[in-house]
């Protein structure tokens, strides 16, 4: 069983910033991509940042030069800091990785629960 447990989610001013943290746990093998997608209210999920094992990136461009996503293989966990925060950021954040159980699974897409995020004065 695969877990991905988000933190760092909240109420913010806009221009403000906020870190979020995901954790993954449990049978893991490797996790090749690791990253968030967000939930605006009343539209579908998106992306927003994604990240490899290597450390290569790709942002949505709504993010981009305000957004940083980031990794520590070591621990399974990749975090999202966000600068310069607008009101149309509000959404719930989710969680991805793509997480190979053993050397010869393939790799199974695994989701947190999600955080909220509101920019609002």
């Known amino acids: 069983q695969v877990q991905l447990v988000e933190s760092g989610g909240g109420l913010v001013q806009p221009g403000g910033s906020l870190r979020l943290s995901c954790a993954a746990s449990?049978?893991?093998?490797?996790?090749?991509?690791m990253g968030w997608y967000r939930r605006p209210p009343g539209k579908e999920r998106e992306l927003v940042a994604v990240?490899?094992?290597?450390?290569?990136?790709n942002y949505a461009d709504s993010v981009k030069g305000r957004f940083t996503v980031s990794r520590d293989n070591a621990k399974n966990t990749v975090y999202l800091q966000m600068n310069s925060l607008k009101p149309e950021d509000t959404a719930v954040y989710y969680c991805?990785?793509?997480?190979?159980?053993?050397?010869?699974?393939?790799?199974?897409?695994?989701w947190g629960q999600g955080t909220q995020v509101t920019v609002s004065s």
């Open positions: 991805y990785g793509g997480v190979r159980v053993d050397y010869s699974s393939k790799v199974e897409p695994y």
């Open positions: 449990g049978s893991i093998f490797s996790i090749n991509v």
């Open positions: 990240i490899t094992s290597g450390g290569s990136t």
